[in-house]
């Protein structure tokens, strides 16, 4: 069936890149995503790429996708205090009307 | 303009009570969603309807029932709730099909606590 691993806790120094890494089993995602969620909010798309690519670069943000490992991962460069949050990894496959979360990953950025 | 709007925020009732929650999304897209969001922040869904039409209903108690009017709302309707119902309900649209960037959009959560 499908599903979607994150490791849930990561802390990392203010002005650190921070990793955060993802992994799926469903072949047959096409779409691939990154959400953050602030406390007491919805969901916000951050990015997403798909899974005819390597790599998207967004900013701060770089999503690394190797297909053959099922395995993502979002880097946060300089990473703020602002960025405090849980991020969640979710896929999709083409066509499908289902997002797969995972469990998401709770950032925490030192002063 | 909130894309994905969710009422209310905040629902606060007794055990036993019937509840409803309304979503409305003014994003014209065709697939809406009920995610539930536990205490421990694991997202889990609930619910799909594509042109209202019920496509996904994952092992969820039948005192939980959606109902579509229109592609732009969707409500979840709950009878005779239940302490362990406490959680956020969060809704989301998305466009489905091939050769769309999929992602879904969400509102921002309905915090529903039973006592």
């Known amino acids: 069936g499908e599903d979607v691993e994150q490791s849930l806790f990561l802390s990392v120094r203010e002005g650190d890149s921070s990793v955060i890494n993802c992994t799926y089993t469903d072949s047959s995602s096409t779409y691939l995503y990154w959400y953050k969620q602030e406390p007491g909010a919805g969901l916000q798309l951050l990015t997403y790429i798909f899974s005819n690519m390597d790599m998207k670069q967004d900013q701060r943000l770089t999503v690394l996708l190797n297909k053959k490992d099922k395995h993502l991962s979002l880097r946060i460069a300089d990473t703020q205090t602002g960025d405090s949050a849980i991020y969640f990894c979710?896929?999709?496959?083409?066509?499908?009307?289902?997002?797969?979360f995972g469990a998401g990953t709770r950032l925490f950025v030192k002063a | 303009d909130t894309a994905v709007s969710q009422t209310p925020k905040y629902l606060v009732t007794q055990m036993g009570n019937d509840k409803s929650i309304k979503c409305e999304q003014n994003l014209g897209h065709d697939t809406m969603y009920w995610y539930k969001q536990d205490s421990k922040k694991f997202l889990k869904i609930m619910f799909s309807?594509?042109?209202?039409?019920?496509?996904i209903n994952e092992t969820v108690p039948n005192r939980f029932s959606p109902k579509s009017p229109d592609k732009a709302h969707l409500n979840l309707h709950i009878n005779s709730l239940e302490l362990g119902d406490s959680a956020v309900y969060f809704c989301a649209s998305s466009h489905a099909g091939t050769g769309l960037v999929t992602e879904a959009f969400f509102g921002q959560g309905t915090r529903l606590t039973v006592v």
């Open positions: 309807y594509n042109n209202k039409e019920l496509i």
């Open positions: 979710a896929e999709r496959s083409s066509g499908g009307f289902k997002t797969i």
